[in-house]
């Protein structure tokens, strides 16, 4: 029998590319016709009862320049779980009217629950340039699988489904849900798509590059917890010690703290600015027991705190646990052995202020000293335990234990005994570490990642540590083909009253894989420090030295040097 060929490539074809092929349109959809449409199972590469457009609204142009937008369609949809105990995966997505043939997945935050601002920037972005949305992108994202509760941010990971989501399985079919209504709104898929997040979000970043390595053509990484079950225990391990007693500095003493820091690093540089661009310098030269603050001593007489500008002996001590990394003595079925410390000295864990310093405060320790039960927590709260104490006291009760009432402060992060396996469990779904990125590079994939010395909450040298583990395993040459690690001074994590980041690391991105222009000479402008300055951008182990002339708040009078 003599079979057309049309129909012989059709018989070739898996039961899932027919099902896209037939169920894809041809042809571009009004904005209002969206609303109800179905997204079949099929269509998505993970296990889900399909999903649905819940709402489809066109919107007028608007914004403030030079952040403006064209007017877009503004599309809600929900993913049905198998499991129908579990909550659905809420998503959004802006569709622009004028589409540049590109799509933009942003991540999440924290325990995520919410759903990203479409509408706005990708993180740390640029403030003088059109947001994606305004540069055509279609850009969607999701809650990851549950709504967020402030009063118990951890809750949904009672539901199996639900904490598979937030893993990182919602990332894959918020993903192949989007691209189907994508093809739906335009009649075709995009021709380029990119990723960007920070904290939890840059996880979901690096998740994505590892996981699915062909549905993303660029990422970007921004202060990425990949580590994730490694870090929690590391909260722990911080939360233990600043719940001792006398152990929790107030926001004077932080205050005091970062004012000695400044004082003795500031200067390394070749400029006093108000940054310690050299980072590693600080951390080997300052020592809180002996350091001095206006020429007195940091160290409390007798070490007891007498005075909001000097700090106790079990301040101290709690203060260099945070900078000392926790090291375990069992295995992790992620193979991740410690979480290094964070770069205490210099760094805003929170000081008297109001508006930007509020958040860099509610991200650092806070106002309340951990106890059991744990304080209220989280950003959404004026005053609350240190945002480690949080996270940690939620993943003990919701993710380990499962049990509501648990003193997560009883749980010893490095002798965890009878949970020990729930734990390491637990690790190959929350570490996302895997080195090699073989299969994303072979695909054009791009990876930009970028770290602030002074993040609070996700230790820079996690982040140092993964790219030297992807030299190390890809080799140098081949890593460079592919990626770039950035460190910047002074920014914390996500928000930061010293130096807040603004980079416009999606241009560099998109210079990077569709016009093969590798990226050189990134500049990183301060938006709230000092409004306006900028400084090179040094990939690491650089970091910016003042050549001894010129403007401090520019760019220009600095050079990325690799001296330690």
């Known amino acids: 029998m003599i079979v057309h060929p049309v129909i012989a490539s059709i018989r070739r074809l898996t039961p899932l590319t027919l099902a896209l092929w037939f169920a894809s349109p041809t042809h571009a959809a009004d904005c ?3 609303l109800g449409s179905e997204i079949p199972a099929e269509a998505i590469g993970l296990p889900t009862r399909g999903a649905q457009v819940v709402a489809a609204n066109a919107v007028a142009a608007g914004g403030s320049a030079p952040q403006t937008f064209g007017a877009y369609c503004d599309i809600s949809a929900e993913i049905r779980p198998i499991d129908r105990a579990a909550p659905p995966i809420r998503m959004r997505l802006a569709l622009p009217e004028q589409w540049n043939h590109k799509a933009l997945m942003l991540g999440g ?3 995520n629950g919410t759903l990203p601002n479409v509408v706005g920037n990708v993180p740390a972005g640029p403030l003088d340039q059109p947001t994606p949305l305004g540069r055509g992108y279609a850009v969607f994202g999701s809650d990851s699988g549950h709504a967020f509760d402030p009063l118990s941010p951890g809750g949904f990971a009672w539901n199996d489904e639900a904490l598979a989501n937030y ?4 990332l894959k079919k918020t993903r192949d849900a989007a691209v189907y209504l994508i093809r739906q709104r335009y009649g075709t898929a995009p021709e380029r798509s990119y990723f960007a997040g920070g904290s939890t979000g840059g996880r979901e970043a690096l998740a994505v590059a590892q996981q699915w390595p062909t549905d993303f053509h660029g990422v970007i990484a921004l202060y990425p917890a990949y580590n994730a079950l490694a870090l929690d225990l590391q909260f722990g391990r911080i939360t233990r010690a600043l719940a001792a007693p ?7 003493q932080r205050a005091a703290l970062l ?3 400044m004082q003795a690093c500031d200067g ?5 600015d108000g940054v310690i661009s050299h980072q590693a310098a600080c951390n080997a030269r300052f020592d809180p027991a002996r350091a001095k603050l206006d020429g007195r001593p940091l160290r409390c007489p007798d070490g007891t705190s007498s005075s909001p500008r000097c700090l106790s002996d079990a301040q101290i001590h709690a203060l260099r646990v945070f900078n000392t990394p926790i090291r375990f003595d069992f295995p992790l079925a992620s193979g991740e052995t410690h979480y290094p410390g964070f770069n205490t000295w210099g760094t805003d864990l929170g000081r008297p202020g109001d508006g930007v310093q509020l958040v860099v405060n509610r991200l650092g320790l806070n106002t309340l000293q951990p106890t059991y039960p744990m304080p209220v927590h989280g950003t959404g709260f004026a005053d609350g335990v240190p945002y480690h104490a949080g996270f940690w006291d939620e993943w003990v009760r919701y993710f380990v234990t499962r049990n509501p009432t648990f003193n997560s402060l009883t749980l010893d992060p490095q002798n965890p005994g009878p949970w020990l396996v729930r734990i ?9 570490n895997e080195t090699d990125l073989s299969a994303f590079a072979n695909n054009g994939g791009k990876l930009l990642m970028a770290h602030g010395t002074s993040d609070q909450l996700v230790s820079t040298r996690a982040s140092a540590e993964y790219y030297q583990r992807i030299r190390r395993d890809m080799g140098p040459g081949r890593t460079r083909q592919f990626m770039r690690y950035y460190e910047i001074p002074g920014y914390g994590h996500a928000a930061s009253t010293v130096f807040n980041a603004a980079w416009d690391s999606l241009t560099a991105l998109e210079n990077w894989v569709e016009r093969g222009i590798a990226p050189r000479r990134q500049i990183v402008a301060d938006s709230v420090g000092v409004p306006g300055r900028t400084r090179p951008l040094c990939e690491y182990p650089g970091w910016p030295k003042y050549v001894g002339k010129g403007a401090v708040d520019a760019a220009s009078s600095f050079v990325c040097v690799n001296a330690r």
Request: net charge negative; no cysteine.
């Open 167 to 170: 893993a990182h399985d919602a």
């Open 32 to 34: 209002a016709t969206l």
């Open 424 to 432: 390491s469990e637990l690790s190959l779904r929350q570490d996302v």
């Open 259 to 261: 004012e000695a820091a």
């Open 109 to 111: 935050g924290g325990y």
């Open 268 to 272: 390394l540089d070749g400029v006093r």
């Open 246 to 252: 006398g152990a929790f500095p107030s926001l004077e």
